[in-house]
């Protein structure tokens, strides 16, 4: 569908992927609203775009559901959904301490997999209500990672998040094709973001030897660059695209 003129919200918004995609659509004419973290920068990104920010945790998943209506209403309606809210934490699954805890574990499918769930679930639904653009009526963004995949050692909890994102699309695809609504994932490497400013060069530079080309970590408007063209062509649909340089891990 064409950016300009629709109605956008962008869970993670307030840094790295998702400030991005936010700046990016809005650059393009998309009105946008931001939901991030109280205490974030959502505020002062949502006024540099003219947008609305939207303070909320997306693992209170009623809360997020009564902030989306909120939003929603403000827009007057609601056309794609990035989220890249999101993290995860480095623990095997059995140390010389002991089997992986559930607590953490669960944290981290709450914070990835439900909420993303959570904030799909309710965008299908105010999406369906639109009027179709060329039989469209809505599209759906999700974040995943290359972790996903590539089986990193420490990653369990967070993977087991990531591919529930990437194995989502296909069957929300399905379940939502006959409404015009199309749903992605994108799966990247090594991105330079808020999440990551902390990696120091040499752990970098090491994180990313092995990708094809370039051998450097992603930009995020780089990421930014992959969601216009996902809402922007309407044979892309039901799958989860990787961003990475054509990188593969071993496992360390
Ligand atoms: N940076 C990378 O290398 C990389 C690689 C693969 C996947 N990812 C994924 O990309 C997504 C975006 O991350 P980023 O790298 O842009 O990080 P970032 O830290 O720059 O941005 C993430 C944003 O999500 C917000 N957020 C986190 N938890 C939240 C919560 N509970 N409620 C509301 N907002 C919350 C943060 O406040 C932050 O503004 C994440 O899902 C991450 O797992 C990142």
Redesign the pocket.
């Known amino acids: 569908m064409e950016i300009n003129g629709k109605k956008v919200v962008v ?2 918004g ?6 991005a995609s936010a700046e990016l659509l809005a650059e393009r004419g998309a009105q946008v609203a931001i ?3 109280e205490g ?1 920068d959502g505020k002062q990104v949502a006024e540099g775009i003219g947008g609305t920010f939207y303070p ?4 209170d998943f009623k809360g997020t559901e009564e902030t989306l209506q909120a939003a929603v209403d403000k827009l007057g309606g609601l056309h794609v959904t990035v989220t ?5 934490i480095a623990k095997r699954t059995l140390t010389k301490s002991g089997p992986h805890d559930l607590e953490s574990f669960q944290s981290v499918i709450d ?2 997999l439900i ?1 993303t769930f959570n904030i799909s679930r309710l965008a299908a639904a105010h999406m369906a209500k639109n009027e179709p653009e060329d039989e469209e009526r809505g599209v759906i963004i999700n ?5 996903a995949f590539e089986g990193q050692i420490g990653q369990v909890a967070y993977t087991a998040a ?1 591919a529930a994102i990437a194995g989502m699309c296909l069957t929300m695809a399905r379940d939502l094709g006959s409404m015009g609504i199309r749903v992605l994932a994108i ?5 330079l ?4 400013s902390m990696v120091p060069d040499e752990m970098a530079n090491q994180l990313v030897k092995d990708a094809a080309f370039p051998k450097r ?2 930009r ?1 408007i780089e990421y930014a660059k992959l969601v216009a063209a996902i809402v922007e062509n309407p044979m892309l649909n039901g799958q989860c695209l990787r961003l990475d340089a054509g990188q593969r891990f071993a496992p360390k």
């Open positions: 869970i993670g307030a840094s790295g992927m998702g400030r939901f991030d973290r974030s909320v945790d997306v693992t890249t809210a999101g993290g995860g914070l990835n909420a974040t995943a990672s290359i972790a990531k799966a990247p490497s090594l991105f973001t808020g999440l990551t970590m992603g995020p």
